[in-house]
Each structure stands twice: as structure tokens, then as C-alpha cells.
């Protein structure tokens, strides 16, 4: 099982980030992650296969659901959806934290918002349209918005595991951060270790048992991320993507890329040339 932490950065001039969900097309799956960010997915219309730990959720039209910091899922989208995904910094909600430097949100997907999907609609809206004034307007709305979830959605309480795991997957996501940003080196767990002052034994049960991946897997399943959008983006040989992002050569990158997608590099791009009309 492969996941990953997800480094969110806010739009210019806003302090949170907005984008229709990147698998509105169907036919997608999200592999398990995380992110210091809480993040809203609202469904507009379609419907969306949600996991979050051991649950999971169904969600469909007017359904949103509340992902919170550090809270490790993974999203099914098989057939097309129109899903808009806010995602706001955790910094903001500071005013807000318990004694634990901590905030947590509840939400049960099957338990309809209006208002809230409301000001989510319009807040795209406002987005897209780009009137004169429109980037006060959508600060406007945003702050609505968090303002009903610290007063509807917020816990005041919460079980001390929630806190001693959201501080593990942190002290991880400085470590995953490092291989998102040296993916294409010869990454080894010992240098990892070594560079974050941990034993490599120590490490490696770090990732099993709070990321639940293999040190070696999640190296891979980053690769291999950062492999499909240079594939997508048409501009390298197949032998230049796998060079480009760390594997040792296009032999490697397809079997990798078999095993996670079910069908080779070069399938992946006759299919995708065939999708375009070329």
C-alpha cells in the first residue's frame, strides 16, 4: 500500500488554495496520503469513494466531507464528478488549537449543510468570474466559511490517540518532504536517517507503522508520481522519464509502473494519444 504526504502552497494573494478535484473525469483513484492542510472536498455533482483510516464514505451530490491535518486517506472517483476541493492552511486555525497545539474537525458526510455547501459554490464562482473586486469578495466568503467550521465542526475534545499520531505523521512529514525534494538521487535509507539523526531500524518501523509503507515503496511511489506527469506531459522519451525521476533506467520504470497501473509506460502513452484524438 502506497501514500504519501502532500505539501499544500496557497494561491497568490490567498490564504488557502481552490481547484476542482483532478479526478472529475472519472476513472481515478487517489493513492493514501496526507497533508498538514485541512482540506473540504464539496461534491457539486457525481459521486466520490472516500477513505479515511478503516472508514469509509460515500459521498454524492451536495455531500462534503472535512479532511483534517494529517489525517491519512485516499479518494475513488470512477465515474465523472464535478468535486471542488478547498484546502486552508493549518496556520490559520492557530487561534483555535487546544493546549496540544492541536484542532480537529467532525463531519459525517450523510448530514446535509446547505449553508455550508452554499458559501463553497459561491466561493468558486466568485473565482472563476473574476469581477472588479472579487479577490475581497472571496476573502469574505472564505472567512465565512471558517467561521461555521470552528463553530459547527470543531472538537473540543479529542482522544489523546488522535493527538499522538497526528504528532508522528509531522515529525514523517519532514522526512517526506526531503524525498519529494531529492526523489531523483540515489535515495537510501541510511543516508535518510542519518540526515534526520534516526537509526535506519528505527526509521524503517517509523514508516511501517505510521505511514504503513516501506521506506523502499514510498521512495518508489514518488517516483513513479512524478513519472506519470512527465509521461503526461509528452515532452520525454521513456527512457528519459524513468533517468529523470530516479530510477535506474526504463527497464525499472516499467515494471514499477506495471505493477501500480496495471500497464507499461508505453501503453500509458499510446493510450493517452489515443484519448486526444492524435
Same mark, same amino acid.
Given at each position: 500500500m502506497q501514500f504519501s504526504h502532500e505539501l499544500i502552497v496557497p494561491e497568490t494573494g490567498f490564504p488557502f488554495k481552490l481547484?476542482?478535484?483532478?479526478?472529475?473525469g472519472g476513472n481515478y483513484y487517489r493513492?493514501? =496520503?496526507?497533508?498538514?492542510?485541512i482540506e473540504i472536498f464539496a461534491v457539486c455533482s457525481g459521486e466520490l469513494e472516500?477513505?479515511?483510516?478503516?472508514?469509509?464514505?460515500? #459521498?454524492?451530490?451536495?455531500?462534503?466531507?472535512? &479532511?483534517?491535518?494529517?489525517?491519512?486517506?485516499s479518494v475513488d472517483s470512477p465515474l465523472p464528478n464535478e468535486t471542488i476541493v478547498l484546502q486552508i492552511p493549518l496556520k490559520l486555525f492557530e487561534d483555535y488549537f487546544t493546549?496540544?497545539?492541536?484542532?480537529?474537525?467532525? =463531519?459525517?458526510?450523510?448530514?446535509? /449543510?446547505e449553508r455550508f455547501m452554499e458559501l463553497v459554490r459561491e466561493l468558486y464562482g466568485?473565482?472563476?468570474?473574476?469581477?472588479?473586486?472579487?479577490d475581497l469578495k472571496m476573502k469574505s466568503i472564505f472567512y465565512q466559511i471558517m467561521y461555521l467550521l470552528v463553530k459547527d465542526y470543531r472538537l473540543t475534545?479529542?482522544?489523546? +490517540?488522535?493527538?499522538?499520531?497526528?504528532?508522528?505523521?509531522n515529525k514523517l512529514s519532514a522526512i517526506t518532504s526531503y524525498i519529494k525534494e531529492n526523489y531523483t538521487g540515489d535515495l537510501t535509507l541510511e543516508e535518510v536517517a542519518r540526515i534526520?539523526?534516526?537509526?535506519?531500524?528505527? #526509521?524503517?518501523?517509523?514508516?511501517?507503522?505510521? %505511514?504503513?509503507?516501506?521506506?523502499k515503496s514510498y &521512495?518508489?511511489?514518488?517516483?513513479?508520481?512524478? +513519472?506519470?506527469? /512527465? #509521461?503526461? !506531459? !509528452?515532452?520525454?522519451?521513456?527512457?528519459? &522519464? %524513468?533517468?529523470?525521476?530516479?530510477?535506474?533506467?526504463?527497464? +525499472? #520504470? %516499467?515494471?514499477?509502473?506495471?505493477?501500480?497501473?496495471?500497464?507499461?509506460p508505453s501503453e500509458y502513452k499510446e493510450n493517452k494519444k489515443i484519448r486526444n484524438g492524435h
Open positions: 481547484f476542482i478535484f483532478e479526478g472529475s493513492e493514501r =496520503h496526507w497533508h498538514r492542510s472516500f477513505h479515511i483510516d478503516d472508514r469509509r464514505w460515500h #459521498l454524492t451530490k451536495d455531500d462534503f466531507m472535512i &479532511v483534517n491535518s494529517n489525517e491519512v486517506h493546549g496540544e497545539q492541536f484542532i480537529w474537525f467532525s =463531519h459525517e458526510p450523510g448530514r446535509r /449543510d466568485v473565482y472563476c468570474r473574476k469581477a472588479c473586486g472579487y475534545e479529542v482522544d489523546e +490517540a488522535f493527538v499522538r499520531k497526528n504528532k508522528n505523521l534526520f539523526d534516526y537509526s535506519p531500524n528505527y #526509521l524503517s518501523r517509523m514508516f511501517r507503522k505510521y %505511514a504503513g509503507i516501506t521506506f &521512495v518508489q511511489s514518488i517516483r513513479l508520481d512524478y +513519472a506519470l506527469k /512527465d #509521461l503526461d !506531459g !509528452g515532452r520525454y522519451s521513456i527512457t528519459e &522519464v %524513468a533517468l529523470r525521476n530516479g530510477f535506474s533506467g526504463s527497464k +525499472a #520504470l %516499467a515494471r514499477a509502473f506495471q505493477k501500480k497501473y496495471g500497464m507499461l
